[in-house]
Structure formats: structure tokens, C-alpha cells
């Protein structure tokens, strides 16, 4: 068996070398993990014509702020998770390594006319009020919903203004 490491994308994989007689055996494996990226660092993840931010790119191993979202960025991460094509689909599903569930993860949601939105591949962007632009693994709604993930103040307030636009003058 071989280790091969990535440190560009920070993904393990194992590789396994057997022959005929080894196929029928049980294959040892490790999972696939998912990129880590400290929360507000420059976007290295896919090449971008626009400068971004990450958010909410956690991997077993990584300890992550927790707290309570208010509400309505809660809602409007569920928005844009559920109204808009997530950006760099990549193959295959990203898994949460901090829980069993697998991907695509699903979430009952009012905003699509399936009722249901999915999260677990590829990212979504949010512009904030300053004109930062954040990238974020759609599996970030998973991880404030299911871990009490708290991204930091700059993105809230990005979904907050987000929401704020969509709101008619009063």
C-alpha cells in the first residue's frame, strides 16, 4: 500500500497495489477528506478571475468556532443553497468528517419547487456590502446546521446584506 499525499489540495488518499489473488479480500482504504482552508484566507481552491475569501472549508482535525447564526443569514444560506447551481462541481460527494451522514446531504427547504435543496458538492460565492466576494462548500449549510458552525462576522453579514436586498423598500 502507498500513501500518496497532495499538499496543493491537502487530500490523502491510499492507493492500493494488489493482485488477482488479493481482489477477492477486503481492500483497506482511508477516506477521502476534504480540503481545509482557514476561515477568511485567500481562495487557492480552483483558478478565479475574481479574488474570494474562504469560509467554512473545516476538516477533521481543524477545531472550528461555535455559536448560534441569527436566523435570517441562516435563511438566506438556505436560499442561495436551494436557488442557485453551486459553482466548481466537482466528481464525486463531499463527506462531513465529523458525523456519519453522507452526501449529498438533503434539507427540506420553501425556496425551490422540489422542496428539497442538497449540499455536499461543489461551493457557492457571496458577495458582502464591502465588495468581498467569499467562496464556501455547499456542505457549509450542514455544518451550521449540525455542528453549530459559526463562520466568521464578515460572511454573516454577507448573507445578511444578501438578504436585505432581496427585501422590498418599505
Same mark, same amino acid.
Given at each position: 500500500?502507498?500513501? +500518496? ?26 477516506? @477521502? ?45 438556505? %436560499? ?20 456519519? +451522514? ?37 456542505? +457549509?449549510?450542514?455544518?451550521?446546521l449540525d455542528h ?7 460572511? +454573516?453579514?454577507? @448573507? @445578511? ?8 423598500? %418599505?
Amino acid at each position: 500500500m502507498k500513501v +500518496v499525499s497532495s499538499p496543493v489540495w491537502s487530500i490523502r488518499c491510499v492507493v492500493a497495489f494488489y493482485n488477482e489473488s488479493a481482489m477477492s479480500s477486503l481492500q483497506t482504504y482511508e477516506r @477521502l477528506r476534504m480540503t481545509f482552508f482557514e476561515d477568511l484566507s485567500p481562495y487557492r481552491y480552483t483558478r478565479s478571475k475574481v479574488e474570494m475569501i474562504n469560509v467554512g472549508w473545516l476538516g477533521a482535525g481543524h477545531d472550528f468556532p461555535t455559536g448560534v447564526m441569527p436566523q435570517q443569514a441562516l435563511e438566506e444560506l438556505l %436560499r442561495i443553497c436551494s436557488e442557485t447551481e453551486p459553482f466548481n462541481m466537482m466528481r464525486g460527494l463531499h463527506n462531513c468528517e465529523f458525523c456519519l +451522514v453522507k452526501s449529498a446531504v438533503l434539507y427540506p427547504t420553501p425556496f425551490n419547487d422540489q422542496g428539497m435543496t442538497s449540499v455536499g458538492m461543489g461551493e457557492f460565492h457571496v458577495e458582502g456590502p464591502d465588495g468581498r466576494v467569499f467562496a464556501a462548500p455547499t456542505l +457549509v449549510l450542514h455544518y451550521m446546521l449540525d455542528h453549530d458552525y459559526l463562520p466568521p462576522k464578515p460572511f +454573516v453579514d454577507a @448573507l @445578511l446584506a444578501s438578504a436585505d436586498k432581496r427585501q422590498p423598500a %418599505r
